[in-house]
């Protein structure tokens, strides 16, 4: 059966004359049906949902199911009632077609085709809510759906907004990833993949203020690394500290963590191991560093050292304080000959707090003239003549005595005073070679 719309050139909807071109336009869902209930046409869009069921000439309910009106009989209140009536159908796709099953809301009117003098009811639909459904399985375009519904405009905005909120909260975990991204890279050291030094500070901190347990600080430093570095370059430097720090992550626990803290120097932190398991521990890291390391062909070697400090949980220490303990057992290792290990002695603090209390009253012995020089006579063996003099400095301290540089050489070192109590000394012999000339004391050198 052949589509009167092909054929008419206008339609009767109700009272109101149509063009049917304008009709079509006006309503790609609509469905007309004769008395007998047979298809006579269906919108554009609908037909082509449909595709090639080619619902046209078929009986409407092989299609479409009547949910509103109630009655199902929808001619019958057509006829009978005011002529528009609220319509909703719902879709019965053949078994296997594409179409979802969906519902089409609208209303009914009665129809009648005036060339032919066909009658029935006319029904123009809109998908409504529905929209959703049909989008997701057809390439629906704006232009497929009726221009007096709504309901795609509102989806397609309401879509837009799910889809906007969905690229903000994308962008904004891509945002924070790369800001956990760039905080671990801020913590982490490039070449080895440990923490760095500031990473390792924050690490040390929360274990210092959250632990419950013993732990044990290793303060490791290759020796001669920087022989390594003038002889096989860089590029072999690179490969010995990969090893290094391949073997530190071999020791780390699940509580455990390691850094690189400066350019051959390494720190292990492990929670929950005692003095005597560290050291057993700090052999086993010496021998796996002193395997050997190929690199270009070249078998690189090296050797370390390591201080360790082990804290027990009652015991309060800051981290500065941590890390100076540790830097003393290091270089205690370093003076027993390298390659080995020491641990802290708390008997070491003593003097270095010592050590620290002198370095800080340099200055003030410097201020008020208490560094002079003493003079050792030197003596010609054989004859007993004295052939000169040494040019000694000492510290007239006003609490501790007469201190000789023993008592204050390494804190004047330490502090870089050194050559400030070196010149003192100098222009205190100055004045003094001034007194003995002008008594006529002979000294034949003054050294």
């Not at 919108?43 to 109630?70: H, S």
């Not at 909703?88 to 979802?100: A, C, D, E, F, N």
């Not at 120097?265 to 050291?279: D, H, M, P, S, Y």
Request: aromatic share 8%.
């Amino acid at each position: 059966m052949t589509d009167p719309l092909a054929s008419l050139t206008t339609e009767a909807i109700g009272d109101i004359h149509l063009d049917l071109g304008v009709f079509g336009e006006l309503s790609p869902f609509h469905v007309r049906i004769d008395k007998q209930g047979v298809i006579l046409g269906i919108g554009r869009t609908l037909a082509m949902l449909f595709g090639e069921t080619r619902p046209t000439g078929r009986p409407f309910r092989d299609f479409f199911q009547i949910v509103t009106p109630r009655a199902g009989d929808l001619l019958g209140v057509v006829e009978a009632g005011s002529g528009v009536v609220k319509t909703v159908l719902r879709t019965r796709p053949p078994k296997g077609h594409g179409l979802p099953t969906c519902k089409l809301s609208g209303a009914a009117f009665p129809y009648s085709s005036s060339k032919e003098g066909t009658q029935g009811v006319a029904m123009i639909l809109t998908p409504g809510a529905e929209l959703q459904i049909l989008l997701e399985t057809f390439p629906l375009k704006r232009s497929d759906l009726p221009y007096v519904d709504a309901s795609p405009d509102i989806l397609f905005l309401v879509e837009t907004q799910k889809q906007l909120l969905q690229d903000s909260l994308r962008m904004s975990e891509r945002v924070e990833a790369a800001r956990r991204e760039a905080d671990r890279l801020s913590r982490s050291d490039v070449l080895t993949s440990l923490l760095n030094r500031l990473g390792l500070e924050q690490q040390l901190k929360r274990t210092l203020a959250t632990r419950r347990t013993d732990f044990t600080l290793f303060h490791i430093d290759l020796d001669c690394f920087k022989l390594l570095n003038d002889t096989y370059g860089h590029g072999a430097g690179d490969a010995v500290l990969k090893h290094v720090g391949d073997v530190l992550k071999r020791q780390i626990g699940a509580d455990d963590f390691a850094a690189r803290f400066g350019g051959d120097e390494f720190v292990l932190v492990v929670v929950g191991e005692k003095t005597e398991a560290a050291q057993a521990r700090a052999a086993r890291i010496l021998d796996e560093i002193a395997a050997r390391v190929l690199w270009n062909g070249n078998v690189l070697q090296v050797r370390a050292s390591i201080g360790l400090i082990s804290i027990a949980p009652d015991e309060t220490l800051e981290l500065e304080a941590l890390m100076h303990r540790a830097d003393l057992a290091l270089y205690e290792a370093k003076n027993k000959g390298r390659n080995t290990w020491a641990v802290f002695d708390p008997g070491w603090t003593v003097f270095e707090d010592l050590r620290r209390e002198i370095a800080a009253e340099i200055p003030e012995g410097l201020e008020a003239n208490t560094f002079v020089p003493v003079y050792q006579p030197q003596i010609n063996a054989r004859t007993g003549e004295v052939i000169g003099v040494e040019i000694l400095a000492r510290w007239l301290h006003p609490t501790r005595g007469f201190l000789g540089p023993g008592a204050f050489a390494e804190a004047a070192s330490a502090s870089q005073t050194w050559t400030r109590i070196d010149s003192h000394v100098r222009l205190g012999a100055l004045d003094d070679i001034s007194r003995f000339e002008a008594i006529e004391l002979e000294i034949p050198t003054y050294s």
